[in-house]
């Protein structure tokens, strides 16, 4: 009978010095208006680079609720926000769930910069994300009110 108790020594693994940790690659551009791949005009799927694709998971992340779907971590997307708060409590709001749902990603240095507008039931509000290569993109939400 197999001993269910082995003695020895077992094998390990050194994550941190893993060179594929950090190693990120391009993606498929994706036009999120029709949610449909964005094709070159010799008809072939664009490929984006290192940067366009981290840009492109930061304006899905904010496209996406938390726990909504089991294909995602949970800690991908963002997490819904309660409608029965005042103006200045509500832009408190989406900046702390804006900055908690981009940093999770590796890449991000910084979320800053928000500017909010109000107009008919909506906020529409700007923000630069940085990212640890120093680039810098000024990305576009909306968010309905009440």
């Known amino acids: 009978m197999a001993d269910l108790f082995p003695s020895g020594s077992l094998e390990s693994t050194n994550l941190e010095n893993n060179s594929l940790a950090n190693e990120f690659k391009g993606s498929y551009a994706v036009n999120f208006d029709t949610m449909e791949f964005v094709k070159n005009s010799d008809g072939t799927i664009k490929i984006l680079n290192v940067y366009e694709t981290y840009i492109q998971w930061c ?9 909504k779907y089991r294909a995602y971590t949970s800690r991908f997307g963002r997490d819904i926000i309660g409608k029965m708060i005042d103006q200045k409590a509500m832009e408190l709001e989406i900046k702390r769930v804006t900055i908690e749902a981009l940093m999770v ?32 993109t000024v990305i576009s939400n909306t968010e309905k009110v009440g």
């Open 105 to 136: 990603h590796p890449m991000t240095s910084s979320v800053d910069n928000f500017v909010f507008a109000w107009e008919n039931g909506e906020v529409y509000y700007t923000y630069e994300v940085t990212a640890t290569s120093g680039q810098s």
């Open 59 to 67: 304006q899905l992340a904010m496209m996406t609720a938390r726990y």
